[in-house]
């Protein structure tokens, strides 16, 4: 299979990979291998950094749930604009060569080793970039079922936690992170709307609305009206007008959304990305 094929050679390029002919999806064979079983480390593609014996399953599981962008993807994003990269005179000069860039789905592994991972815009900030700390352990088997993946709840959460359902976690631990997603997207918006600096070509943009659509792809669209919804949620309709500082944004609040158990995988890094996106964009 594709996948045990990677775990011997480390190529991402597999011909005719089987979950894309057959659909095979992850199969019985992608653990209970001696592929998998010699496995001892995981690689981030996006910041070259390896981590060393991360847990009997997260050593399989983060091999994929690491999400396929970091900080130094929206960097080279921002470098399609401004070759040189930005500074205090490009930062919130529009160019319609940047792109949003997407964090992936689902990056579990990514927000657990975040010190390795880089997987969100720390603004040079390396103390927003650290490991969970969670005391019971961060193997992905120690909250997840190994086969189904459903989330555990009882017994092995205590005597911390007392759960009744995976419900009844949401609602006892995600009590941050929403809010200030809401606030981060409500303080981009403001932004881009409020942006009156020049665009590349030197004329003036000062209306450039921007709206979120969580499921479609790439996110971020044109909004004319600025009523806050897409005008057209397809490629066609992209958001074309990003400044570096709104690219940065717009890259953090995606690596949020796009892992809804952040708040269980590494909540304090999830929030320190939010704010610290909220707090840069209120510097324009």
């Known amino acids: 299979m594709g996948f045990n094929e990677f775990l011997i050679t480390g190529n991402r390029t ?31 593609e996006g910041s070259g950094q390896v981590v060393d014996h991360p847990g009997v399953a997260s050593v399989i599981c983060g091999q994929c749930h690491q999400g396929r962008a970091w900080q ?5 994003n921002i470098k399609k604009g401004y070759p040189a990269g930005d500074n205090a005179t490009t930062i919130d000069k529009i160019s319609s060569k940047i792109a949003s860039t997407n964090p992936h789905y689902r990056a579990a592994f990514a927000a657990l080793k975040a010190a390795e991972s880089r997987i969100g815009y720390d603004y040079g900030d390396l103390t927003i970039a650290v490991d969970s700390t969670h005391p019971g352990g961060t ?12 989330v555990k709840f009882g017994s092995n959460c205590q005597p911390c936690h007392v759960f009744t359902s995976v419900a009844d976690i949401e609602a006892k631990m995600n009590k941050f992170i929403p809010a200030l997603e809401a606030e981060l997207l409500l303080t ?3 932004y881009a709307a409020d942006n009156t600096t020049l665009d590349a070509a030197g004329k003036t943009k000062a209306k450039a609305c921007i709206a979120l659509n969580n499921d479609a792809n790439p996110y971020w669209f044109k909004d004319a009206n600025c009523d806050t919804v897409a005008d057209n949620a397809t490629s066609s309709g992209a958001y074309k007008s990003f400044t570096p500082r709104l690219a940065r944004a717009c890259y953090n609040l995606l690596v949020s959304l796009k892992d809804p158990g952040g708040f269980a995988h590494n909540e304090a890094y999830m929030k320190a990305l939010l704010q610290a996106s909220i707090d840069n964009l209120r510097e324009y």
């Open 72 to 76: 130094g993807t929206v960097d080279v």
């Open 14 to 44: 597999i011909v005719n990979p089987p979950l894309a002919v057959n659909n095979y999806g992850i199969s019985c064979y992608a653990c209970h291998s001696l592929e998998a079983a010699s496995k001892t480390t995981v690689k981030f």
């Open 139 to 150: 193997d992905c088997m120690f909250c997840h079922n190994q086969h189904s993946t459903e």
């Open 188 to 190: 981009i918006q403001q």
